[in-house]
């Protein structure tokens, strides 16, 4: 099974062009599949920074009321 921070809310930020969701750009989510194992956790490492530094908030589906 390949990692992935995809939490299912795929909408990306015009601003930033991150995703709201998880915080990965469109070319890393096109890409995802054809990187290595080690190159995604990297990735994966960086989010919750990025995140941080352009303002969004990651969604947690987990946490919220149906």
């Known amino acids: 099974m ?3 921070p995809c939490n ?12 709201f ?6 070319p890393e989510i096109a890409t995802w599949g ?11 490492a960086e989010l919750p920074r990025r995140m941080k530094e352009k303002g969004l ?3 947690d589906l987990k946490n919220q009321a149906s």
């Open 57 to 59: 908030a990651p969604v």
């Open 34 to 44: 054809g990187m290595s194992e080690a190159e995604r956790r990297a990735i994966m």
């Open 8 to 19: 299912k809310v795929c909408v990306v930020d015009g601003a930033s062009g991150l995703c």
């Open 21 to 26: 969701g998880c915080g990965r750009s469109l």
């Open 2 to 4: 390949i990692s992935s």
